[in-house]
């Protein structure tokens, strides 16, 4: 098979020894545009300024990366608890009304015999939320505790994290709809419950906290900053 | 073309891009991030992606997705239908969010590449197109039309349970856009747009400026 990746090449003396002194752009007083990923000279370390290219503001770290993502973590862990217990529909028939959580629509896919789909929403709501959250609060603390260890698969957890939280919208998306097609009345009516809001809270929180860490932070540890010698 | 130094985005270990073949990618030594990569098509394929996928978003969003009959009354709905059903059953937050991600976003999403990819025709991008390119990235992790397709889909079986659901036009035009929007990505090189793209003095420099000063 056709090899159609190449590694980019390692310039300067970070060549035969990566894993001891790579050479980054911080080390070197330089920074990366987030956006368009110009290199350019640091006006200073506290105040880049702007890209001089695409005029977004620079970063040489995302400022209070670790605090604002453990602060959107804990928001979102707390937002988990009514976002599962409370409802997220209400069934609305002659016969009465009947509310739904999040669980209750899994069950009632698989009881419904469409197992595929209740296992997709069951992974995309219970298990994707709870796996983000768990993830970005291992990354927090392995970084905080200054570890060099697994750099590279604890960046690929980052990435994944980032990839996959959308998908978590799922179930908010699936209520808007059954919400907005079952307008039946008398007959039959759904309306949203309260446990909708707290979900959406849920995806939308650890995007951010997603978003506010930074993967340099994992690679720090191994390339300080500043050189002990200069 | 000059050989790039960057910056990995993931790791920040300094780098060289080596020439690439069509086809293929530039991967971070340390980390494996993609950095960069050189489509196989045309330059303007994606120009033509991206009209096609505009008509798609606007049928998609204007006809009915899907239209459900039970016992002689019958209901259909569009996408912003959802979103203003969420507004007015209470769910006022919900409502705008789901606005944002399945209309708002992708709809502010197309227009901007359409603008974009008509400016990169130029032989020096102007300025704008810079800043747009940059809205753009912010623009495209909550454009979430494919996670929107499924949820009707999810939400299209649950009520098959109790009524007859049939897919409505607007579902084609839905699925249409959903294939089109990755082809776009796919397509279309970031990295030559931005060394054509002019800076905010005006210039278009033809070597890596890693040494310019921000001020």
Redesign the interface.
């Known amino acids: 098979m056709e090899r159609r990746e190449s590694t980019a090449s390692v310039s300067g003396p970070a060549c035969n020894k990566v894993k001891s002194a790579a050479l980054t752009a911080a080390r070197l007083r330089l920074v990366s545009c987030e956006s368009c990923h110009l290199l350019l000279r640091a006006a200073s370390a506290d105040e880049p300024g702007f890209c001089l290219r695409c005029g977004e503001k620079l970063e040489v770290r995302r400022r209070g990366s670790i605090a604002t993502s453990w602060a959107l973590a804990s928001a979102a862990a707390i937002c988990y608890v009514p976002a599962n217990l409370l409802p997220v529909l209400n069934t609305i028939t002659p016969q009465g009304s009947d509310d739904d959580t999040i669980m209750g629509g899994v069950i009632f896919l698989y009881t419904s015999g469409s197992w595929p789909l209740a296992l997709m929403v069951l992974v995309a709501s219970v298990m994707i939320p709870l796996g983000k959250l768990v993830s970005i609060v291992y990354l927090l603390i392995t970084v905080q505790s200054g570890s060099f260890k697994s750099g590279r698969e604890r960046t690929r957890l980052y990435r994944i994290v980032v990839f996959i939280g959308r998908w978590s919208m799922l179930d908010v998306f699936v209520d808007t709809f059954t919400v907005a097609l079952v307008q039946l009345q008398p007959l039959m009516s759904v309306t949203p419950g309260p446990g909708v809001l707290f979900f959406a809270a849920v995806v939308v929180l650890t995007m951010l906290a997603a978003e506010a860490f930074d993967p340099r932070l994992i690679w720090d540890a191994q390339t300080p900053l500043e050189d002990a010698h200069d | 073309m000059p050989l790039e130094?960057?910056?990995?985005?993931?790791?920040?270990?300094?780098?060289?891009?080596?020439p690439?073949a069509q086809?293929?990618?530039?991967?971070?030594?340390?980390?494996?991030?993609p950095?960069?990569k050189r489509p196989t098509g045309s330059p303007d394929l994606p120009l033509a992606l991206a009209i096609a996928t505009a008509i798609a978003l606007v049928i998609a969003n204007t006809l009915p997705?899907?239209d459900?009959h039970?016992?002689g009354?019958s209901?259909?709905?569009t996408i912003p239908?959802?979103?203003?059903?969420?507004w007015t059953?209470?769910?006022r937050?919900?409502g705008v969010?789901?606005a944002f991600?399945?209309v708002m976003a992708p709809a502010t999403y197309i227009s901007l590449m359409l603008a974009l990819l008509l400016a990169a025709r130029r032989a020096v991008v102007p300025h704008w197109a810079?800043?747009t390119?940059?809205w753009i990235?912010h623009l495209q992790?909550?454009s979430?039309l494919e996670?929107?397709m499924?949820?009707?889909l999810?939400?299209?079986?649950?009520?098959a349970?109790?009524a007859r659901?049939d897919p409505g036009i607007g579902m084609y035009a839905f699925g249409a856009a959903i294939l089109l929007i990755p082809a776009i990505t796919t397509n279309f090189d970031k990295?030559t747009l931005?060394q054509k793209?002019e800076?905010?003095?005006g210039k278009v420099p033809r070597v890596?400026?890693?040494?310019?000063?921000?001020?």
Do not use: F, N
Request: charged share 15%; proline share 3%; net charge positive.
């Open positions: 130094s960057v910056a990995c985005p993931d790791c920040d270990l300094l780098q060289t891009i080596p690439l086809g293929h990618r530039a991967v971070c030594a340390r980390c494996r991030c950095l960069a997705l899907m459900l039970v016992v009354r209901a259909s709905t239908g959802g979103a203003y059903e969420m059953q209470g769910q937050m919900v969010l789901v991600c399945a810079g800043e390119l940059r990235g992790v909550w979430m996670v929107v499924l949820g009707v999810v939400a299209l079986t649950k009520i349970q109790l659901v990295r931005w793209v800076w905010s003095d890596s400026p890693a040494l310019r000063a921000t001020k």
